[in-house]
């Protein structure tokens, strides 16, 4: 009897945690599905986004879309479960909800990791971006967002349980946030030195100007989504793998609704940043208003 009191005791959800939890992350499945939907439609149909760099933000929303109407229903059971029943049943630690969150996050990181580096070379060599993108660039840059995330789940069921498999996603993760660092930091020294050199540049090169204008923009505002990445994810990875906090604590599943909001806020950085994507999205809302 004791012990089935301490284990319901491990497993309930203070009522006010949970109803706050389970309204947050409705609220985030509802949006970022909607959202991502509707990014993912506006590459589809209006040309003018239809680039490249739009191509990989298309796979990473497809990736925050596993988040969104996979990862948040679980866990919105979870915590139903919890907070009403006391139920252990729907486990934070259960092998579905752990794989795709391991996916999902592990696509994410390495997406932006991607988008980093497509940014620096269309910064760093704009007049070369377009024939390297064209010719292999988008392809191995799509595979290795995909084939990187899928392998690290599956690497984990095969293992054996006396593998470090938590350091291994720790390691995918760490290394992808370094490239994507690392990329933004050589953007910052191409720009610097472009500044320096700019009174130089000749009339013909106003075109290269301008794109690099563009592009420079581009860059920033995936800058700042790299930065809510940062607020969102790096919490939950060092209280779980640096501190080693517990999943039943409240404060771990606060943040990891945190971490997986950022599925949501990819669409609403564009949106705020990017105008082609604005002028798309008024675009469908019309064109919807009038069926």
Same mark, same amino acid.
């Given at each position: 009897?004791?012990?089935?009191?301490?284990?319901?005791?491990?497993?309930? @959800?203070?009522?006010?945690?949970? !109803?706050?939890?389970?309204?947050?992350?409705?609220?985030?499945? !509802?949006?970022?599905?909607?959202?991502?939907?509707? @990014?993912?439609?506006?590459?589809?149909?209006?040309?003018?986004?239809?680039?490249?760099?739009?191509?990989?933000?298309?796979?990473?929303?497809?990736?925050?879309?596993?988040?969104?109407?996979?990862?948040?229903?679980?866990?919105?059971?979870?915590?139903?479960?919890?907070?009403?029943?006391?139920?252990?049943?729907?486990?934070?630690?259960?092998?579905?909800?752990? @794989?795709?969150?391991?996916?999902?996050?592990?696509?994410?990181?390495?997406?932006?990791?991607?988008?980093?580096?497509?940014?620096?070379?269309?910064?760093?060599?704009?007049?070369?971006?377009?024939?390297? &993108?064209?010719?292999?660039? @988008?392809?191995?840059?799509?595979?290795?967002?995909?084939?990187?995330?899928?392998?690290?789940?599956?690497?984990?069921?095969?293992?054996?349980?006396?593998?470090?498999?938590?350091? &291994?996603?720790?390691?995918?993760?760490?290394?992808?946030?370094?490239?994507?660092?690392?990329?933004?930091?050589?953007?910052?020294?191409?720009?610097?030195?472009?500044?320096?050199?700019?009174?130089?540049?000749?009339?013909?090169?106003?075109?290269?100007?301008?794109?690099?204008?563009?592009? !420079?923009?581009?860059?920033?505002?995936?800058?700042?989504?790299?930065?809510?990445?940062?607020?969102?994810?790096?919490?939950?990875?060092?209280?779980?793998?640096?501190?080693? &906090?517990?999943?039943?604590?409240?404060?771990?599943?606060?943040?990891?609704?945190?971490?997986?909001?950022?599925?949501?806020?990819?669409?609403?950085?564009?949106?705020?940043?990017?105008?082609?994507?604005?002028?798309?999205?008024?675009?469908?809302?019309?064109?919807?208003?009038?069926?």
């Amino acid at each position: 009897m004791d012990k089935s009191l301490e284990n319901a005791k491990n497993c309930s @959800l203070p009522m006010a945690h949970g !109803i706050a939890l389970i309204t947050v992350n409705a609220m985030v499945c !509802i949006l970022g599905s909607f959202g991502n939907l509707l @990014l993912c439609f506006a590459i589809a149909t209006h040309p003018l986004l239809r680039r490249t760099s739009n191509y990989l933000l298309f796979s990473l929303a497809i990736a925050d879309l596993l988040v969104t109407l996979v990862c948040e229903p679980i866990l919105l059971e979870i915590f139903y479960n919890r907070t009403f029943f006391h139920e252990c049943k729907a486990s934070l630690e259960r092998p579905p909800y752990r @794989l795709i969150v391991n996916l999902s996050c592990s696509a994410s990181v390495i997406h932006l990791a991607s988008i980093s580096v497509d940014r620096f070379i269309a910064v760093a060599f704009p007049l070369h971006h377009k024939i390297f &993108m064209k010719k292999c660039g @988008l392809v191995i840059l799509l595979t290795a967002s995909w084939a990187l995330p899928i392998s690290i789940p599956v690497l984990m069921v095969v293992l054996p349980p006396s593998f470090p498999k938590k350091f &291994m996603a720790m390691a995918s993760f760490s290394l992808s946030y370094f490239v994507i660092i690392f990329s933004y930091f050589m953007i910052v020294v191409f720009l610097l030195r472009y500044k320096r050199k700019r009174k130089d540049l000749r009339a013909t090169t106003l075109s290269v100007k301008f794109t690099s204008r563009r592009e !420079i923009r581009v860059a920033y505002t995936l800058a700042i989504a790299t930065g809510v990445f940062t607020v969102c994810w790096v919490p939950v990875k060092t209280m779980r793998f640096v501190i080693g &906090m517990k999943p039943n604590n409240p404060l771990h599943m606060w943040l990891r609704t945190l971490a997986l909001s950022n599925s949501a806020m990819n669409f609403l950085i564009y949106s705020a940043r990017m105008r082609a994507f604005k002028e798309a999205y008024l675009s469908i809302f019309q064109k919807m208003c009038r069926l």
